[in-house]
């Protein structure tokens, strides 16, 4: 039972990890996720997984590293690991060393769905965009902007973000007195965890050399990757991935990233899911071209946009089509692997 339980863990880890492959019923291969492997050699995968007994293991022959499946889990996806953790304790095997018991809030099952709490005192101090007044310049912005109403309820206003920003994260330059649209994330059981800050002063945004038009603060620094809309969203249904947490309010069940350093790598909340990359459409772009080619790479679903959509994001694109238009466009426009690469080279511009 065990056996299959690892094995199980380790299949649902391995969208995660580059050059995965099963080489025997009692070993897999990777690059190791740890280390990185061989920056020289992408082609070099010394990561295994390999079975001791009932138990699986993980080993690098590049840097050393030897984990139970547990702590490998718990370095590379922690969502998985405490389900990990759960399904070995369910299996009556309380008294093993090769994993940890599970919360008492796990066992009980109440982590199992987002548990939202109350607004965040930090947020209660701001005004909702959805309370100002009709002629309040944030409300103007967002209706500009054609934001369904329906999210006017999670995104606020401040007329200090300098303040707010330092209250959020002690740590951080606080930059004055700037009027800013804000945009909350919030962690699985509704904590507040991270906020952008949209500029707001539109003659600051047309000379906005020391400006910048985001600013993203985090009040948990343990958290590598933001996701906006990711507890909204379901993963059993189809998920649509975009840039920008604005351009998330268009499309159902949509999820944005904040930073694509690691696009590739979906939060593990989604392992399972049917996900969609619709990056912006700037064919130009050097950065986009690399992310979409990385994706690609990976045997990720991209969009890549028809030449008869000009606008760069989704947010330019409502102004001339409805949200149902541009996501049977994305729905009609996905592609993987061969297919993706020639539709890529037709795409770009540079």
Known sequence: MTTYI?????????????????????LANCRCPICGDSKKNKTKARGYFFQKGNDFFYKCHNCGAGHSLYRFLEMVSPLLMKDYSMERWKSGE????????PEKEDMLGINSKPKFKPIPKLLQNLSKI???????????????????????????????FGSFQTKLDPEAMALGAEERLIIPFFNKTGDLVAAQGRLLNLKSEQNARHTARYITVKADKSIDRLWYGMWRANPKKR???????LDSLFIPNTIAMVGAGAIE??????????????????????????YMERLIEKKCSVCIWPENVKQ???????YTRSHREIKSIIDQNIYTGLEAKLKLMKWRKI
């Open 94 to 101: 309380n008294n093993r060393s090769n994993f940890i018991e």
């Open 265 to 290: 790598k979906i939060h593990p909340r989604f392992d399972c899911s049917d996900v969609i990359y619709a990056l912006d459409n700037e064919p130009r772009n050097k950065q986009i071209i690399n």
């Open 312 to 318: 760069k994001d989704i947010n330019d694109m409502i």
């Open 6 to 26: 690892d094995k199980k863990f380790i299949n649902l880890v391995s969208p995660q990890l580059d050059k995965f492959s099963w080489k025997k019923n009692d």
């Open 239 to 245: 998920v649509y991935v975009v840039e920008g947490p």
């Open 130 to 160: 959805k309370d100002l007044s009709k002629d309040h310049p944030a409300l103007q912005f967002v209706k500009l902007r054609k934001i369904p109403e329906k999210y006017y309820d999670i995104l606020y206003y401040t007329d200090d």
